[in-house]
């Protein structure tokens, strides 16, 4: 009897699971509430960032939060509703921080990239999705010979993992990319960082092929996890469950009696007309927290990081602030007739996803928790989540991935 399995979530991380579960000849359905591509999976930079090893938690942002936080506007913000409640997350995130933990957390994050990079291509061209890929590489951007400076041990890692890139010049970043604002002095470009064409279109293909694939995408809410299965106002669909909810699979988690500390970075970002500026590579300007990239849909100018929750009402102001400084930094950028978004990111205080079984619960697989990651790290996510429901060997240690983890630390 063929086994069934139940995704919870219709972004680029579960549709990615379900059509390789699927692959295995595994019969798959997947809910979510509001359907495919509604969350994170349409608003992202659309980048497969898989030189992006270093975690979020480390000393560096620790050095750089108190800066940021005193910017309400910056990139990295904690509305002040919402501050008590996280605590004990940032307690935990700073914890993270620790030299030796983030040694820990590179490596896990390496394997975990190096395994997406390997099953990215082969996954697009099973899914028919390959001619949406794109290759014209990151370039990182640097006001002074300080910030390069800080930024140097970043790199350094890369190196060890054997990741290529090249240091730029002024006159070589203008090579790359013209109309850059003459207050950059120092840049690095990233030529293995790979992006797609439209991440919202990306996911809707991977959509229409699970569907032609067989595949069941059904628009319910989950209201909860048993042992067997997934229950919602229209009864229990049962079978193995995989919860790939994004922001919101933590709720569902508790439901079970599992409590794992996901929070929330709200992302926002302004998607302007495509002739808004002519952009050739993705430019990241890593002091101010936010990327530009060029996308089917126009120029996206979006990053930074809102600790608030699933529930504050948006700031605008925040993508406001953004395109205020791309407008200064690319000073060809017309920044007229664009579209503004904020979305979910699921982040937890290690910046490692949880990926295997739910503390107590096998029949339920967690593939959520990647952050702003989540493009990048879904075709390696779906391979080991695949490997797990199919009861095969996994090709990396999932040890540092655990969702037990955070139950074995205070």
């Known amino acids: 009897m063929t086994q069934r399995v139940v995704v919870i979530g219709a972004g680029v991380v579960g549709l990615s699971v379900a ?7 595994l019969d798959v359905t997947v809910i979510d509430r509001e359907g495919p591509a509604a969350g994170a999976s349409t608003g992202n930079a659309g980048a497969f960032a898989f030189t992006d090893i270093l975690p979020l938690a480390s000393p560096r ?4 939060a108190p800066k940021w936080l005193l910017d309400p506007l910056g990139p990295l913000s904690v509305p002040p509703a ?16 620790s030299p030796a933990r983030v040694a820990a957390s590179t490596t896990a994050q390496t394997a975990l990239m190096d395994l997406s990079r390997a099953e990215l291509e082969p996954f697009l061209t099973a899914t028919g999705t390959l001619p949406m890929l794109r290759r014209e590489g990151n370039l990182q951007v640097y006001e002074s010979q300080a910030e390069f400076d800080a930024a140097l041990p970043g790199w350094q890692a890369r190196t060890d993992h054997g ?19 003459p207050r950059f002095t120092h840049g690095t470009f990233t030529p293995g960082w790979y992006s797609i064409a439209d991440p919202r279109d990306y996911t809707l293909a991977l959509a229409d092929r699970f569907r032609a694939n067989g595949g069941t995408i059904t628009i319910a809410e989950a209201t909860g996890l048993t042992p067997d299965g997934v229950l919602t106002a229209q009864g229990k669909l049962p079978g193995r469950v995989v919860l790939a ?13 599992v409590r794992i500390p996901l929070e929330t970075e709200r992302g926002y970002n302004t998607t302007l007309p495509l002739d808004a500026f002519e952009l050739r590579t993705q430019i990241t300007f890593g002091g101010h927290g936010f990327v530009v990239t060029r996308l089917n849909s126009g120029i996206r100018v979006g990053g930074a990081v809102e600790l608030g929750g699933l529930d504050l009402p948006p700031n605008y102001r925040r993508a406001d602030a953004m395109l205020r400084k791309a407008a200064t930094f690319l000073p060809g950028l017309r920044t007229t007739g664009g579209t503004q978004w904020m979305g979910f990111r699921p982040s937890l205080p290690d910046s490692l996803p949880a990926i ?18 989540g493009l990048t790290q879904s075709p390696g996510t779906a391979r080991l989540v695949a490997d797990l429901l199919a009861g095969g060997p996994v090709p990396i240690d999932l040890t540092p991935f655990d969702p037990a983890r955070f139950q074995r630390r205070s």
């Open 82 to 97: 919402y501050a008590l409640k996280i605590a004990p997350w940032m307690w935990r995130f700073w914890r993270a921080c």
């Open 19 to 25: 059509l390789a579960a699927q692959a295995r000849g």
């Open 163 to 181: 990741i290529e890139f090249q240091h730029m010049t002024p006159e070589q970043m203008a090579e790359v990319q013209p109309g850059l604002a």
């Open 61 to 64: 942002i620790m050095r750089q």
């Open 356 to 373: 295997g079984p739910l503390p107590g619960h096998p029949g339920v697989i967690c593939a959520f928790g990647h952050g702003h990651l």
């Open 245 to 257: 909810a994004g922001a919101f699979s933590h709720l569902l988690a508790r439901t079970l009696g």
